[in-house]
């Protein structure tokens, strides 16, 4: 997503002027902090793992799409949450689904 489509998106949907410049700086600021995340050690085992899907629209070139977010949550031995993945799809389907096991698990999970 460009800076100008962030700043098309606020402007849209919080009714917000924000200049391609401010966006820029603020995705400079916070892209170190999601590197990091991207880049962090996960726990070797979590016990329970949760996988939802969020459905939503989005207006791309003057039509409204429907879209997906896939999210996969791991809860570890002591409570702590942790986001797996969050993944934007087209859809939600079974078969993008068992990618997403076969990716996060590293192997099919039949």
């Known amino acids: 997503m460009s800076t100008r489509d962030i700043h098309d998106q606020i402007q849209e949907l919080y009714g917000m002027e924000l200049s391609a410049e401010m966006v820029s700086k603020i995705t400079d600021r916070i892209l170190p902090e999601i590197k990091e995340w991207q880049a962090g050690p996960l726990d070797p085992v979590y016990p329970f793992v949760f996988m939802d899907c969020i459905h939503y629209k989005v ?7 429907s879209r997906a977010a896939y999210i996969v949550l791991g ?22 689904w068992h990618g ?6 590293g192997t099919a999970l039949d």
């Open 100 to 105: 997403m096991r076969q990716n996060i698990f």
């Open 75 to 96: 809860i570890t031995a002591d409570g702590h949450k942790d986001i797996l993945s969050i993944t934007v799809g087209a859809n939600e389907t079974s078969r993008f």
């Open 59 to 65: 207006r791309e070139d003057g039509r409204i799409l």
